[in-house]
């Protein structure tokens, strides 16, 4: 299995980006898919997660602003990231897992993680 994200990039606060992340390597329908994000000096943290069932889960902090979403044609999660703020700046990571889980520890498989800097 091999998750490779892109899409970061540094955009001024309100404005919009949308990471994504290509799975490898298996079916990668029967799995579920999360975002996560760690600033520097911090702990990573949940973002948002998808179900192969589609149902979804979010951090509070990112609600109403963020949306994740799959393309299981393309093997493929994407996370539209709206009215941001500089507070989301931190390198975002891209997982799989078994199910829509906000602990990181239970995703098998991790990408490299893609750095989204916004300025205020």
């Known amino acids: 299995v091999q998750l490779q994200a892109s899409g970061g990039g540094l955009v001024q606060a309100g404005g919009s980006l949308r990471l994504s992340c290509a799975d490898s390597g298996r079916t990668f329908s029967s799995f579920a898919m999360g975002w996560f994000r760690q600033a520097p000096g911090k702990e990573r943290e949940f973002v948002a997660a998808?179900?192969?069932?589609?149902?979804?889960a979010y951090a509070n902090s990112v609600k109403g602003r963020f949306t994740i979403s799959r393309d299981n044609a393309k093997n493929t999660v994407y996370l539209q990231m709206n009215s941001l703020k500089p507070e989301d700046t931190a390198v975002y990571y891209c997982a799989s897992g078994i199910r829509v889980v906000a602990d990181s520890g239970k995703y098998d498989y991790w990408g490299q993680g893609t750095q989204v800097t916004v300025s205020s």
């Open positions: 998808i179900a192969w069932t589609y149902a979804t």
